[in-house]
Every structure is written in C-alpha cells, then in structure tokens.
C-alpha cells in the first residue's frame, strides 16, 4: 500500500538526487559563514560592516522565493529545481571576476547571484521532497532529506578551514593601514583568491548535478503543470491560517539562530580561548559535526517522539546554551556554542514540515514564505554584530538565545492546538 511507502514508487532516483542538492546548498551556506571575519579582516571593516555578507546571502533567499514559488505552481518542481541551479551556478562563477576586481560590493554582488539561485533551488526543493511520498511521513520524509544538508555544511567548513582561513595574511588592521597601496593590493589579492578558489570549483559541481536532473523526468503524483495561478486567493488563506504564520515567524527566528550561532563563533572562540582564525574555525568544524550526527539521531527519534515536542525541547535547550556562552565567555562557553548546534539540528525541516501540514494546493506559495524566513540570517547577525563590536562576543549570544525563546513558542502552540502528528 502507498502509505506503506517512504517515497512513490519510481521516485527513489529523483529522491536521491534531490538529497544531493540538500548537500549541495549546505556547501554555499557554511562557506558563506566565516566570510564576515575572513572580510573583516581583508577590507579593515567593523564586524557590522562585514555582516552585509550575511545580509547579502539571505536578503537574496527572501527577494527570491516568491518568484520560485511561481515558476513551480506554474511549471513543475523540477524546473524550480533547475531554474535554482542555474543561477547558483553564475553566481559561483562571479567569484573569479570579483577576486580580479578586489571590490567588497563584486562579491557582494556574487553572493546574492549564488544565494538566489539557491533560494530558488531551495523553494523547490523541500516542497518536492514533501510531495515523493504519503503526507503521513512528510515530515520525517523531509528531515532524513535536511540530514544530508549538514554533510554539505561539515564540506563547506572544512573548504574554508583548509583553503581559506589558513590563506588570510596576520596583519592587523593598523598594520595594513601603515603599508603601502601596493603592498596592501598584494596581501589582498593573495587572500582574495584564496577565497575565490573553492566558490569556483564548487560552480563546476553543481554543473553536474544540474545535467544529472535535467536527463531525469521528475513528476510527483500531485503536479499539474500549467495550472492557473490564484496568488492573491492562496494568499489570503495563507495568512488567515495562524498555525502556517507562526510556522513563517518561527523559521525566521530559527534561521536567525543558526545564522548567528555559525556567524560568529569565530569572533566567540577567538576572543575566548586566544587562538586565531584558522584555530578558531576547527570549533565551527566541530559544531557542524555535532549539527550532522544530531540530524540524523533526530530523524530517528521523531519516530518515537511527536515533532513538536522535540521542537520545543531543543529550543528551550538552545536558550540556556546560549545563556552559559553570555554568562561564562571562557571554555565552558565555548563548548556551550558548540553544543547549539545540537538544539539547531532538528529546526528547519521540523518547522518546515509542521507549518506546511494539509495545506494541499497552497503548499508551493506557502513553501516560498518559508524560505522567505530565512530574511531572519539576513536582519538578526546585523542585530548581533552590533552588539558584538560594542560589548564584546560573549553577550552578543544573547540573541540567538532569545531567538530560541521564540521557536520553543511555536513548539508550544502546535502542541496546544493537538495539530503535531508524527509525520
């Protein structure tokens, strides 16, 4: 019997690749995240100024994701999925001009050509994985897909530990400020391909992957390609449903946890412990571990445990962690960053999945507000770089642990209106 089924019959190819792409977005993600010091560094910037990376990369999640949710009610999932992939792949590429450029506003540039590709890819995606198989397993369907999503982002850590960090020049910012304009050019061209090298040869994967779907026919029972686009309709059942918009409210302040967890636990760990960059970016590998080996003991235990009690365990968890980093800035806060990625772990597609629950035809718009959440690792690193350059990293944590406050909220709720099944 289908219900008996993880995924559709004829889908377990389609799945497969589609858990590639999961691994491929968390690649960009966590590259992405030492940006803000790696740019600090290069461009003499406050960690305010350097933020704009992560503004840059998720501001681009949330102008997209309107627009790939019309192109899949439109089309298929599998031309949002192919749409994603290509963008993401011009926007990898820019990162060769923009080290020859060696202007902070070119990869700025590139980011967010990257990062709407992977909005679009993202859009389509989760949704799609949803739609492979029975809606009584759709959430769990979801978060063995989103385990894999943490193999890409233990990659993309370990490329900027290994090719990137290590590559960034010891000299301080006053200590540039006194070299010479040529001098200076040299030090950053050097640190500047360092950092485009792996974007680059990330684009030339993701090529393959885009060829690997497009000789694929992907169509889930539930699509009909060429259907009218009611926006304005869905949009207003979708707002007037209050378990879907709190679920938008939720992602965006769990994406901003994650964001700002991983953002700066550098600065954190620096500051804490007196290593530097690359010393400090075999913690954030750490945390990312934690992050890839808790998905998937997650995934099993949503077999037992109902979603959204875990949701909210995790994020009550997550706030007293984050609560030991303010309060004790030395190992034990450490450990305690390292330690949210357990909290973080479940979040996304457990959010994801309960928000979405019996939307039907409403699920592709409502898949684009969800992502268009993801404006929260846009907005709150902004939020908590500023705190960082006024009172230091340790009470910059706080913001992430009133962003859990939040979630463990939303976990609550679904509780109380009995609408957490374990799906």
């Given at each position: 019997?289908?219900?008996?089924?993880f995924?559709y019959?004829g889908?377990?190819?389609?799945?497969?690749?589609?858990?590639?792409?999961?691994?491929?977005?968390g690649?960009?993600a966590?590259?992405?995240?030492?940006?803000?010091?790696?740019?600090?560094?290069?461009?003499?910037?406050?960690?305010?100024?350097?933020?704009?990376?992560?503004?840059?990369?998720?501001?681009?999640?949330?102008?997209?994701a309107?627009?790939?949710?019309f192109?899949?009610?439109r089309?298929?999932?599998?031309?949002?999925?192919?749409?994603?992939?290509?963008?993401?792949?011009?926007?990898?590429?820019l990162?060769?001009?923009?080290?020859?450029?060696?202007?902070?506003?070119y990869?700025?540039?590139?980011?967010?050509?990257?990062?709407?590709?992977?909005?679009?890819?993202?859009?389509?995606?989760?949704?799609?994985?949803?739609?492979?198989?029975?809606?009584?397993?759709?959430?769990?369907?979801?978060?063995?897909?989103?385990?894999?999503?943490?193999v890409?982002?233990?990659?993309?850590?370990?490329l900027?530990?290994?090719l990137?960090?290590?590559?960034?020049?010891?000299?301080?910012?006053e200590?540039r400020?006194?070299?010479?304009?040529?001098?200076?050019?040299?030090?950053r061209?050097?640190?500047?391909?360092?950092v485009?090298?792996?974007?680059?040869?990330?684009?030339?994967?993701?090529?393959?992957?885009?060829?690997?779907?497009?000789?694929?026919?992907?169509?889930?029972?539930q699509e009909?390609?060429?259907?009218?686009?009611?926006f304005?309709?869905?949009?207003?059942?979708?707002?007037?449903?209050?378990?879907?918009?709190?679920?938008?409210?939720a992602?965006?302040f769990?994406?901003?946890?994650?964001?700002?967890?991983?953002t700066?636990?550098?600065?954190?760990?620096?500051?804490a412990?007196?290593?530097?960059?690359?010393?400090?970016?075999w913690?954030?590998?750490?945390?990312?571990?934690?992050?890839?080996?808790s998905?998937?003991?997650m995934?099993w235990a949503?077999?037992l445990?109902?979603?959204?009690?875990?949701l909210?365990?995790?994020?009550?968890?997550?706030?007293?962690?984050?609560?030991?980093?303010?309060?004790?800035p030395?190992?034990?806060?450490?450990?305690?960053?390292?330690?949210?990625?357990?909290?973080?772990?479940?979040?996304?597609?457990?959010?994801?999945?309960?928000?979405l629950?019996?939307?039907?035809?409403?699920?592709?718009?409502?898949?684009?507000?969800?992502?268009?959440?993801?404006?929260?690792?846009?907005?709150?690193?902004?939020?908590?770089?500023?705190?960082?350059?006024?009172?230091?990293?340790?009470?910059?944590y706080?913001?992430?642990?009133?962003?859990?406050?939040?979630?463990?909220?939303?976990?609550?709720?679904d509780?109380?209106?009995?609408?957490?099944r374990?799906?």
């Amino acid at each position: 019997m289908a219900e008996r089924h993880f995924v559709y019959p004829g889908m377990k190819l389609p799945f497969a690749l589609l858990v590639v792409c999961f691994a491929a977005w968390g690649v960009a993600a966590n590259m992405t995240d030492p940006l803000v010091q790696v740019f600090s560094r290069v461009f003499s910037m406050s960690t305010l100024q350097a933020s704009l990376v992560q503004f840059a990369y998720y501001g681009a999640y949330f102008c997209l994701a309107l627009p790939a949710a019309f192109i899949n009610r439109r089309f298929s999932y599998r031309t949002g999925v192919l749409t994603g992939l290509g963008l993401a792949i011009l926007g990898a590429f820019l990162f060769y001009p923009a080290s020859i450029a060696m202007t902070y506003g070119y990869f700025l540039l590139a980011l967010f050509t990257l990062a709407g590709g992977l909005s679009i890819l993202e859009t389509s995606a989760n949704p799609f994985v949803i739609a492979m198989g029975p809606e009584d397993n759709a959430t769990r369907r979801l978060n063995f897909a989103q385990a894999f999503n943490p193999v890409g982002t233990n990659i993309g850590v370990f490329l900027s530990a290994a090719l990137i960090l290590p590559n960034l020049n010891t000299a301080s910012s006053e200590e540039r400020a006194a070299l010479g304009a040529e001098a200076l050019l040299a030090i950053r061209s050097d640190e500047l391909q360092a950092v485009m090298l792996p974007y680059v040869g990330f684009a030339f994967v993701l090529v393959a992957i885009w060829i690997a779907i497009a000789l694929r026919p992907m169509r889930t029972r539930q699509e009909a390609a060429g259907g009218n686009v009611a926006f304005g309709a869905t949009l207003r059942r979708l707002l007037g449903n209050r378990h879907y918009t709190f679920g938008v409210v939720a992602q965006f302040f769990n994406v901003a946890a994650q964001t700002c967890t991983w953002t700066f636990t550098l600065q954190y760990v620096m500051a804490a412990l007196g290593v530097n960059e690359a010393g400090a970016g075999w913690y954030l590998q750490a945390s990312l571990i934690v992050f890839l080996i808790s998905r998937f003991v997650m995934t099993w235990a949503m077999g037992l445990v109902r979603p959204a009690l875990l949701l909210t365990v995790m994020a009550l968890s997550g706030s007293a962690l984050s609560l030991i980093a303010v309060v004790v800035p030395g190992v034990p806060g450490v450990w305690a960053v390292v330690a949210l990625s357990v909290s973080l772990s479940l979040m996304f597609p457990t959010i994801y999945g309960l928000a979405l629950h019996g939307l039907g035809e409403d699920t592709k718009f409502g898949a684009a507000g969800l992502v268009m959440a993801i404006l929260g690792g846009a907005l709150m690193p902004m939020v908590q770089g500023a705190l960082l350059d006024g009172f230091g990293p340790a009470l910059s944590y706080i913001v992430p642990g009133l962003c859990f406050l939040v979630i463990a909220a939303y976990g609550v709720f679904d509780l109380s209106r009995g609408a957490a099944r374990r799906v």
